[in-house]
């Protein structure tokens, strides 16, 4: 029967399943993979309608739906688990890799992968493995020493000059955190490799650690203002080694401000706690070390701007109201109105009231000097001139005494003295005269002679003081010191006699 436009169904002239050969018909039944799955899946969850599994996680993550992902396993099975995002909520504490747990939830498949797993509805810690137990006793012990006092966290700085980042030189890490960087706001950075993984990871993370912050100011090397200590993800046993007690206490010593970025997200090893900020990812250390600087730009710019306009409004508000003032102010002519006019009238009041006030002292002046009486003042003024005349002779007649008393007194004293000064000056003269005495007498040709010398004399007692004086005189006197002899000379061609 045809219904509208439709066509009936024509074969073409050569089908094309002409010549398959279909298969023998039996009595098994056929099922579709779905099918397979399904029955499987009932089976198992019929079987094992709910379950308590012990065991250690492993893998175990959350996914970016708050599903979590992971196994739980012994030491000789391993049973895949999920936990939805709502039983996830009801967890009292942070399940991590090699945590040992108690899952409780139903079995069932996942048809997708063929797999078979557990739907975790509750789970409860029932002990920690041997590595997270050493952890959890050495993070007790330093939080025991104060090593993760929130006190002890120092600010960072908001714009570091130089950024020191510990890390593996040829891992992802390094070239994350220095686009990040450049992305954000370039900044000096110094790179301490070390190796983040293995027995010699520990030492070398805290020698660089310490290393940054031996660096003395100023020197050839800047100094860091900031330290990133960064590696990427794994498991317990990759983490380790920031896990040690030596790098722990070497975050903790820092002077330098630090942030650990270790591990992704999910992942926390004990220098978390010891840094002064965690970062969840590498990633995410770069972008908290540095703002961006195009946002710093325009915050700047926006504040610039909004100061203009805030100045600007300020200045238009200030002139308004001192225009609106100014209009309520009446005029300067009518505020000077009324003292203009009061100080017209005081100059007209002012020589009237001059006269008045020398009139009224005038009067004063001529009542004052009619009260006196010529009499009264020429009595006083004789008795003045009495009293005056008497007190000029009394001063006359004491100084006359005082000073004849001081004659007599004089006189006494130098009777005294007289005696005294005569007697002092007379032995004063008697041996400056005995002094003179002895130097005329030291000085005298006496003395001369008496040391061997002679004097020759001429007639007459004239001393001859050369020899061409001594030969023109005929008789010459030689004085000795005991006595004189006479001595004859000869002319001077006849030589000396003598």
């Not at 279909?22 to 397979?36: R, W």
């Not at 104060?146 to 030189?169: C, E, N, W, Y």
């Not at 706001?185 to 650690?209: D, K, M, N, S, Y």
């Not at 009542?367 to 006196?372: G, I, Q």
Request: net charge positive.
């Amino acid at each position: 029967m045809k219904t509208g436009g439709e066509r009936p169904f024509t074969p073409p002239p050569i089908w094309p399943y002409d010549g398959i050969v279909t298969e023998t018909p039996t009595n098994t039944p056929e099922y579709s993979v779905s099918e397979i799955a399904g029955a499987l899946k009932r089976t198992v969850e019929t079987a094992f309608g709910q379950v308590r599994v012990r065991g250690e996680l492993s893998g175990f993550r959350r996914h970016t739906s708050g599903h979590w992902y992971g196994a739980i396993k012994d030491e000789r099975a391993v049973i895949d688990l999920v936990m939805f995002k709502g039983s996830a909520a009801t967890l009292v504490f942070r399940p991590e890799d090699g945590m040992e747990v108690i899952a409780i939830g139903k079995l069932t498949t996942y048809p997708g992968r063929s797999k078979y797993q557990i739907v975790v509805e509750r789970m409860e810690p029932a002990g920690i493995g041997a590595l997270l137990a050493q952890i959890e006793a050495r993070r007790l012990k330093l939080a025991a020493e104060g090593l993760f006092d929130a006190a002890r966290k120092r600010p960072l700085p908001h714009i570091p000059q130089v950024i020191g980042i510990v890390t593996s030189p040829t891992g992802a890490v390094i070239r994350d955190i220095l686009h990040r960087l450049a992305d954000r706001f370039p900044r000096h950075v110094l790179v301490w490799p070390v190796a983040v993984q293995g027995e010699a990871a520990a030492a070398q993370v805290t020698a660089a650690i310490r290393g940054f912050n031996a660096i003395a100011p100023g020197g050839k090397v800047p100094r860091p203002d900031l330290i990133i200590v960064a590696r990427g993800g794994g498991s317990i046993e990759d983490l380790a080694a920031f896990n040690e007690e030596s790098v722990v206490r070497a975050a903790a010593e820092s002077v330098i401000p630090l942030i650990s970025a270790v591990g992704h997200e999910t992942d926390t090893t004990l220098i978390d706690f010891a840094s002064d900020w965690r970062a969840p990812t590498p990633t995410a250390a770069a972008e908290r070390a540095v703002p961006v600087r195009a946002d710093l730009r325009a915050a700047v710019a926006m504040q610039g701007a909004r100061l203009d306009a805030a100045v600007s409004r300020a200045l238009a508000q200030g002139r308004e109201r001192a225009e609106s003032g100014g209009r309520r102010l009446p005029s300067p002519r009518s505020l000077l109105a009324l003292p203009s006019q009061r100080a017209d009238d005081l100059a007209d009041r002012l020589p009237r009231a001059l006269r008045a006030t020398a009139i009224f002292w005038r009067g004063r002046a001529e009542r004052a000097s009619a009260a006196l009486r010529p009499p009264l003042i020429v009595a006083r003024r004789d008795k003045a001139r009495t009293a005056f005349a008497a007190a000029d002779t009394a001063l006359d007649r004491a100084a006359v005494a005082a000073v004849t008393r001081e004659r007599a007194r004089l006189a006494t004293g130098a009777a005294r003295l007289r005696p005294y000064l005569v007697a002092n000056a007379g032995a004063r003269a008697r041996a400056r005269l005995d002094q003179a005495g002895r130097l005329l007498g030291s000085l005298g040709p006496d003395q001369v002679l008496a040391r061997g010398y002679a004097l020759v004399l001429a007639p007459g007692g004239k001393l001859v003081a050369s020899a061409a004086a001594a030969n023109i005189e005929p008789l010459l006197t030689i004085r000795f010191a005991d006595g004189e002899t006479p001595v004859t000379t000869g002319t001077p061609k006849q030589g000396r006699l003598f």
